[in-house]
């Protein structure tokens, strides 16, 4: 039997607190004795759920090259495997204990394989009891606090041969200056803030992430800076409650002030995720409005839309508060394209409170949504809500939802048919056949005719001929 080693355990009586005091900022180094931990070793991490794990990763590749190890070619054979996992919903993390299975099965073969697992789901206590439990083969659990740690820990993993625990759920600090591996060359995450207050009640988020703490202005506009000098064309700024962005800090400089700042950086493309409706405020509108490089596109959550249902949630806005933010987005941004989060099927939801929500959809006109059936999540207060709708129910509200909402999807492409529209380059399309693609302002994924991959990073002109559910077709301007 494996030994243990706990560092630290994940407690969900500290994840819920949030305590007044100041969050330090944490500038990374990393110690001389791990300097070559990973001369000749190899890596791969797996990601899974939102962009702020995307993000993490290429933290955590950059620590991992930093102390020597390289990339794997053959991901399921490196020799150190991280899988950097999601908590938001059941399925999400079934999905990982399948793949943990799998490894378990590459491990045999090769002993010396050191598994890791990292993210959102260690920081909940049931899912790092069962891998203490029952999953002897995992070399390293690690949280969404401590990435910094990493180099330490697999040193420790290496010289004990045990299982290294450490998941501290208190807090959280701002790590910066830490090194990165990025996948793009012209698009880039930027986080901005981690952790969220939020505390909507079927969520895991505020738990996982830890409190609302804001990088200073001067680390994201300087990074901002050496993308646009690394030729970086777009970023995505990245936040649970975007926002909610410098509230912490009580300096009043808030996130409308930071979009206002980035334009000037020079950078050509600005979107920002995710956004909370209560939080989005007139400055950051007007930002949208003022603002060349901020993309006409929003992603804005809404969740549901019935009155009682949000206030269950504690979503803290109505279907007329969203609507009205709707409405002032389109009157200072009369092309936005819209997209929304929705849950179907939330405890004891009705047929008219879900129809409500087939309202709202139709009212705000989105181009596009992530659509979700309820997912009971240990620890949050909407799991010990009655709930007495039926699985089957659940699935077919979702249908139903998915037919009005893949209708958006495609009125928002047939909108630009026949118009000249700006894609920025990402590579050859998935399904070959000579197509090229990329996305436009209003973040629409569209094909092109074109093999020329001195392309791939810049912004081209393209005419739309098809509007399709899931993507446009257009022609190469000369
Ligand atoms: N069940 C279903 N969907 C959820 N989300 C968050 N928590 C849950 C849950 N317990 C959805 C919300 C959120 C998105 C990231 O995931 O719609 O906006
Ligand atoms: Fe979860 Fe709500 Fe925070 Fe979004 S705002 S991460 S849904 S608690």
């Known amino acids: 039997m494996m030994k243990n080693i706990k560092l630290a355990l994940p407690s969900l009586k500290d994840a819920r607190m949030r305590k007044n005091k100041t969050i330090p900022t944490v500038r990374y180094t990393v110690e001389h004795t791990y300097k070559n931990l990973g001369q000749n070793k190899t890596y791969a991490i797996f990601t899974y759920g939102c962009q702020g794990n995307e993000a993490d990763s290429e933290v955590m590749a950059g620590i991992l090259e930093e102390i020597g190890y390289t990339k794997s070619e053959d991901p399921m054979s490196a020799d150190v495997v991280i899988l950097n996992t999601c908590a938001i919903r059941e399925n999400a993390e079934q999905r990982i204990w399948g793949v943990l ?6 491990k045999r073969e090769n002993p010396n394989m050191l598994i890791g697992i990292a993210g959102c789901m260690p920081q909940e206590e049931n899912a790092t009891n069962k891998i203490l439990e029952s999953y002897g083969f995992i070399d390293l659990v690690i949280g969404t606090h401590n990435k910094n740690h990493l180099p330490q820990l697999l040193y420790e993993a290496y010289r004990s041969k045990a299982k290294v625990v450490e998941v501290i759920s208190s807090e959280g ?21 981690y952790g969220c207050d939020e505390f909507c009640t079927y969520c895991i988020v505020p738990y996982t992430r830890g409190r609302e703490r804001s990088r200073a202005k001067e680390d994201i506009i300087n990074e901002v800076k050496d993308l646009v000098s690394s030729g970086y064309i777009e970023i995505t700024l990245l936040g649970q409650n975007v926002n909610a962005y410098g509230k912490d800090l009580g300096e009043g ?23 909370h409706p209560r939080d989005l405020d007139e400055k950051t509108m007007q930002a949208m409005r003022d603002c060349k490089s901020v993309m006409p596109q929003l992603h804005l959550p809404v969740q549901s839309g019935d009155d009682e249902v949000l206030k269950r949630m504690n979503r803290k806005y109505t279907y007329e508060e969203y609507m009205s933010k709707v409405k002032r987005l389109r009157e200072l941004v009369p092309d936005i394209s819209l997209t929304t989060d929705i849950i179907v099927g939330f405890p004891n939801e009705t047929r008219q409170q879900f129809e409500n929500t ?24 909407a799991a010990n809500m009655p709930d007495d709708i039926t699985d089957e129910e659940k699935h077919k509200r979702l249908e139903e939802l998915n037919v009005y909402i893949n209708a958006g999807y495609l009125e928002g492409h047939k909108r630009f048919l026949n118009q000249i529209v700006e894609v920025l380059v990402d ?3 998935k399904n070959g056949d000579g197509m090229m693609c990329g996305y436009t302002p209003h973040l629409k994924l569209t094909h092109f005719k074109c093999s020329d991959l001195s392309l791939v990073g810049k912004i081209v002109k393209v005419k739309v001929t098809e509007a399709k559910t899931w993507f446009m077709i257009g022609e190469l301007c000369e």
């Open 101 to 106: 299975g799998q490894l378990k099965g590459k």
């Open 173 to 193: 600090e701002i790590l910066e200056d830490a090194p990165k591996v990025r996948e793009s060359n012209h698009k880039a995450w930027v986080n901005i803030m």
């Open 253 to 275: 400089y808030t996130f409308g002030d930071l979009l206002y700042d980035l334009d000037k950086t020079g950078i050509q493309r600005i979107r920002y995720t995710t956004s």
């Open 358 to 381: 087939l309202k709202l959809v139709q009212d705000a006109k989105f181009e596009g949504a992530y659509t979700f059936i309820y997912s009971k999540r240990e620890g949050t207060p």
């Open 427 to 429: 590579g050859p399309s």
